[in-house]
């Protein structure tokens, strides 16, 4: 959308119709959260007017797992731009921003979910789970972009950043075997675990064998805790007088985390596990829990299940999560009408997400835009994209989303399609292009 500041986050060379001032916080604001194929009514469920997760007794094991993937991913990200601004200085377009950005992603087999849902079995019962992982961080950035033509078809831009760490958490079970033994589970893992943020303070616990592990966190004067730089490089071609190409790469760099604040854990060996509380009946239960009470209780069952020890603490260096972006659009009707593709590629951990995403962008006069989009891989024909943008002379307002929501649940959470965003900003218009 030509005459959104936001257009630059996408690709640095992109340059909006005017400099911009954005209104402090709300300059930008975006939440997303993306999947490989499980949707979130594959894990909420309404049951008797509320809402249960699917540990409630009333969830049939079989039909939710075979909605299942054999390895599951979400991922989840935040940021919003604290303060940011763009102008034009001759030929060049300058943009400086601070933001607040945070991601987390987490990856957990099939094997886990069964192991959960079906409770305690008969003796001997055995289950091998491998590779659960999970990923989370946050840090305050501060960049400095700038773009200029280089001919008339080719324009180029980059962004250099610097990384102020608030905090990261990085955990990884490569393996854990359970067999039933009587009542209770005797556990065998391994696995590791990093979680960096000033004023960290494990809290341990000691397990029957006289073990002790961490079973919580707290918090001590929390403060910045790594640092580290980043880049977005990115360029656009005049292909014809209707067709333009551009691709970018956004977010090459690291987050180097002191040692101070740095807690490292290893888990290998032996120990016994109770159980899931919420073991799994066909039919629905006199006095099911309901959603807060069930996650409360798998969040405490998990705490019992990975038993860290605490190793001595040592710095770490983390890669930032980049992005790959190829689009074109082809405009027609003396720019009123265009048509876009756009190649999307998120470079997680341990798999990279991937979407491609059509458009169709209307500027019937200059101060208003409106683009509608749909996205291919992980929609699922559920989920269609839109946008607007007003710039009259005082105001710029962005809104959009690449996948609007149609079915939510009592507590407004979407549960239909594979990934939802949203993205919104106010900022104040300043003088254009030369």
């Not at 119709?17 to 604001?29: C, D, T």
């Not at 049951?47 to 409630?56: H, L």
């Not at 509380?277 to 009470?293: N, P």
């Not at 003396?334 to 593709?341: A, S, V």
């Amino acid at each position: 959308m030509e005459n959104s500041p936001a257009r630059t986050a996408l690709n640095p060379a992109f340059r909006p119709e005017r400099g911009y001032v954005s209104i402090p916080v709300l300059g930008a604001v975006n939440a997303s959260y993306t999947t490989n194929g499980i949707a979130v009514d594959n894990i909420l469920f309404p049951k008797n007017g509320k809402t249960v997760t699917f540990m409630d007794n009333s969830v049939n094991t079989e039909s939710f797992l075979n909605n299942l993937k054999d390895n599951n991913q979400i991922n989840a990200e935040f940021g919003t731009q604290i303060l940011s601004g763009g102008w034009y200085a001759g030929k060049g377009f300058w943009t400086v921003d601070v933001s607040l950005k945070g991601l987390a992603n987490v990856r957990v087999p099939k094997t886990m979910f069964e192991f959960m849902k079906r409770g305690n079995t008969a003796e001997g019962t055995a289950y091998d789970i491998r590779d659960i992982s999970a990923y989370a961080e946050s840090y305050l950035e501060t960049g400095v972009g700038y773009s200029r033509p280089i001919t008339e078809k080719l324009t180029v831009g980059g962004k250099v950043k610097l990384l102020l760490g608030v905090g990261s958490m990085d955990a990884n079970i490569t393996h854990l075997h359970a067999v039933m033994n009587d009542t209770k589970w005797s556990v065998t893992s391994t696995g590791t675990m990093s979680a960096s943020m000033k004023g960290l303070v494990p809290e341990m616990e000691t397990d029957e064998q006289g073990r002790e592990y961490i079973s919580s966190f707290d918090f001590d004067s929390p403060g910045l805790s790594g640092f580290g730089m980043g880049v977005d490089l990115g360029a656009t071609y005049q292909l014809t007088e209707n067709i333009t190409l551009s691709a970018a790469v956004l977010d090459l760099g690291f987050v180097s985390w002191n040692k101070s604040g740095n807690t490292f854990g290893e888990v290998n060996g032996t120990f016994d596990f109770d159980g899931f509380d919420l073991a799994i009946g066909d039919h629905v239960a006199e006095g099911s829990q309901g959603m807060g009470e069930q996650f409360d209780a798998m969040k405490n069952d998990f705490e019992n299940l990975f038993h860290f020890t605490q190793k001595a603490s040592e710095g770490r260096t983390s890669r930032l999560r980049s992005t790959i972006n190829v689009g074109g659009e082809y405009r027609m009707l003396e720019n009123k009408l265009g048509f876009g593709l756009l190649s999307f590629t998120r470079l997680y951990s341990p798999k990279a997400y991937t979407e491609l995403t059509v458009s169709a962008n209307y500027r019937p006069i200059k101060w208003f835009e409106a683009a509608l989009s749909y996205s291919f891989i992980h929609s699922k024909f559920k989920t269609y994209g839109l946008a607007l943008n007003f710039t009259p002379s005082w105001i710029n307002f962005f809104i959009g989303s690449d996948y609007m929501f149609t079915k939510v649940t009592p507590q407004f959470i979407p549960v239909s399609g594979n990934a939802t965003n949203l993205y919104m900003g106010i900022s104040v218009p300043l003088r254009g292009k030369m």
